[in-house]
């Protein structure tokens, strides 16, 4: 029997890592990451926007940690926090006991949020808060009402509950079991969403519970409009239907506004989630935040006050960690930064596009999660010897050139200009530029001119057979 201490691990080659993964963790994990360059490197320390590898390089991480890094990895203030709370052996966490830091930091969230949205609930990802919502809701109607509505572009989570109201490409070509009753909408599309509630009735009534809603889709880098939802908000009052905002990842400051929804003033739903960055990049929390008429319903009595909780709900350092996170967002001024973000790449990428218009068929992006819709569209006579080369099992998918080809730029990006980027679980595969809010200019120039260099190759060029 081999058991590895943490000083072992610092001499772990990259194929110890992958013959473990092979063994113990996933094997087809390293048939996937392993083609890639950032598959053969071992990541030993990041700082900033900046991962450092064991072979000696210097990553810009153009990924933000897939939405959790707004303070950049290994924040000084977060540290400090943590090493704090660390070393005066504060509590973690005794359900007997009240814990001073979630009052604090539900308290604060309350102060920061619009209207009466005062009720907040810590778990630990993203998906936990979308569940512990749509549980909320269906309590708020006393199990009343079947359904639950979501668009057909949407990212909600990977539990099962979180995936049967998901309809990413991702996670629909495999039907699980269905453990809620779920339909979805045409996104951005208010005829469509009124005729499927018109649809679904119950005795002649209403019978949706929720509708859940992404005001900005992280997945596609879309936005729903304005008047789609102040209209879904009317409805949502007209009906007695608990309007659900997810902003798991376009939360805490990520697409240019504190949340995505407070663009508009006035637009506030009955319960939001947030998550990823509200744990400062070093703590693993998510909360969903509720106005008070729908959580006193549903759980402000004896009976039902602990018929949501979790063992790790509200864990001291965690929420600890959270508070000096929000906190930073705040004084540091992250929504303008975020906007300053914006405006620097997206001005950078429409030049690019206008530069190059047979690659880049589109920009996209809000605050500092930004991206590119990269063309695909060939005639047959160049994609054939492409599909030739393809493993059956790849053949077969539908969205596999595509992959091919944006996964190609990804990896050049990485192997010619130590840029890591990553692509969006949605049809269009969105070539995604998530960065930390308090990234430096240098590293934004950097990325916008290795980006146009790559454009110069073409994508037959760059292609890489996987």
């Given amino acids: 029997m081999k058991l590895f201490k943490n000083t072992d691990i610092e001499n772990f080659s990259a194929e110890d890592v992958w013959r473990l993964y092979r063994n113990y963790v996933n094997n087809s994990q390293v048939d996937l990451i392993s ?42 203030k977060i540290l400090k926090i943590r090493k704090w709370y660390q070393e005066n052996k504060f509590m973690e966490i005794h359900k007997n006991f009240f814990s001073p830091y979630v009052a604090a930091l539900s308290s604060n969230i309350a102060n920061l949020l619009p209207g009466d949205l005062n009720i907040s609930y810590f778990s630990n990802s993203g998906s936990d808060a979308n569940e512990g919502a749509i549980k909320l809701a269906y309590k708020y109607h006393e199990g009343k009402r079947d359904y639950i509505l979501s668009s057909n572009i949407s990212f909600h989570g990977k539990k099962l509950v979180a995936s049967n109201i998901t309809n990413s490409r991702e996670t629909k070509y495999f039907k699980f079991q269905e453990l809620v009753k779920s339909e979805n909408f045409e996104f951005n599309d208010f005829e469509s969403l ?21 005001p900005f889709s992280a997945s596609s880098l879309l936005s729903l409009s304005e008047e789609f939802l102040r209209k879904t908000r009317k409805l949502c009052d007209d009906l007695d239907i608990v309007l659900i ?13 504190l949340f995505y929804f407070m ?50 709900n509200g864990l001291g350092e965690e929420t600890a960690t959270a508070i000096e996170a929000v906190n930073i967002i705040i004084d540091d001024n992250y929504v303008e930064k975020s906007k300053r973000i914006h405006k620097f790449l997206n001005k ?12 880049i068929k589109e920009v996209r992006g809000a605050g500092a999660l930004n991206g590119v819709i990269i063309n695909t569209d060939f005639s047959d006579r160049y994609l054939q010897p492409i599909i030739s080369l393809l493993p059956s099992k790849f053949a077969k998918d539908e969205y596999a050139i595509k992959k091919i080809i944006v996964s190609s730029y990804i990896s050049a990006l990485y192997d010619d200009y130590n840029i890591l980027t990553f692509y969006g679980s949605n049809k269009d595969l ?6 930390p809010i308090n990234i430096e200019d240098e590293s934004l120039r950097y990325f916008l001119i290795s980006f146009e260099k790559l454009l110069q190759k073409g994508t037959f060029d760059t292609l890489k057979i996987l």
């Fill in 35 to 76: 083609k890639f360059g950032f598959g053969e490197d071992i990541a030993i320390k990041a700082e900033k926007n900046f991962i450092f590898t064991k072979s000696g390089k210097k990553i810009y991480d153009f990924t933000g940690g897939i939405g959790v890094l707004n303070h950049g990895h290994n924040n000084e």
């Fill in 430 to 435: 969105p070539l995604k530029i998530s960065c």
């Fill in 348 to 359: 950078g990428l429409i030049e690019l596009q206008n530069r190059f218009p047979n690659i």
């Fill in 194 to 214: 009124s005729k499927k509630i018109s649809q679904i009735k119950k005795n002649g009534k209403c019978n949706i519970y929720a509708i859940i809603l992404e």
């Fill in 245 to 257: 905002f997810d902003e798991v990842y376009s939360g805490w400051a990520k697409t240019g506004n």
């Fill in 263 to 312: 663009n508009y003033d006035g637009l506030i739903p009955d319960i939001v989630t947030s998550g990823k960055s509200l744990g400062g990049g070093k703590a693993s929390i998510s909360a969903y935040t509720c106005r008070n008429k729908f959580f006193k319903k549903a759980y402000d009595n004896l009976r039902d006050a602990t018929l949501h909780s979790t063992t790790f």
